[in-house]
């Protein structure tokens, strides 16, 4: 049995899914399977799978999204954790052995490290933690990116219910993450072992987009389905900042078919100010997180 198990989705741009799988083939750590899902992709694969058959698990399936891909890529897990990594992604080569070795030290179910961007603009790096060294907090905000997340597979065993929410085109990441932290502090280690590509329209730097993930958060988090037993208090600084964002995408979906993306944009830019002060006053004051 393999000690991680890397989950890779793929739909589009097969030469950056190579530097992802090159990226894994690379790292000090040499215990990990790697699965490859490809969610219905049109593209012709067959060059990548010639290089790359004898080195990875490779799965089709019927375009579902990004949620599917993942899910199906957890129920053919077999590691004793599972990493995340976005096929446009890239892990830096100690990425794997630095993870586990403080989840190891830490005796801790998930961990979260920090990355830098690449590809459109300026290299930014970005970490959940301030401390030097690694440090167990509550998470309460979408600032995680899927490749630098980690989690031990027995967990994802013991509870089905916790999976990307397929139904959600924007905010299944952020609801995952807040589903395992119902029982479960975060590991948050200060190193950058993570490259997330920018490519000048990704969805996490759109006003629009920050509005429905967070909304969508936000209601999921509301309705409970899993009822799930949530050890964190939810603070009336984030409650309010959740409810507008549920008020702003309301009212931009009125705008959406009706006016050019531009407007559409600038509109959910003025409605997400209010929330988004919030929100980076709720973290400040929370010492936990």
Known sequence: MPEVSVIIPFYTGVEWLKEA??????????????????????????????QYADKIKYVRKENGGPSTARNAGIEMAAGKYIAFLDSDDRWLPTKLEKQIMHMEEYKTVWSYCGYRTFG??????????????PVIQRYNTPYIATPCVMVERQYL??????RFNPDLRYGQDSYFWLMINADNPILAIPDILTEVRIRGGNASKRARVQLQARSNVWKCRKDNKEQLIDKFEITPLYRIASELCVFGDRVVSHFDDKNKPEKVETIARVLFVIPWALYKIERKMNKNG
């Open 21 to 50: 799988v090159d990226s894994v083939l690379s790292q000090t750590f040499g215990d990990y399977e790697i699965i490859v899902v490809n969610d219905g992709s049109p593209e012709d694969d067959s060059d990548f799978l010639a």
């Open 120 to 133: 459109a603009g300026d290299s930014v790096s970005y970490v959940m933690t301030k401390s030097v060294e």
């Open 157 to 162: 065993i013991d509870h089905p219910e916790v």
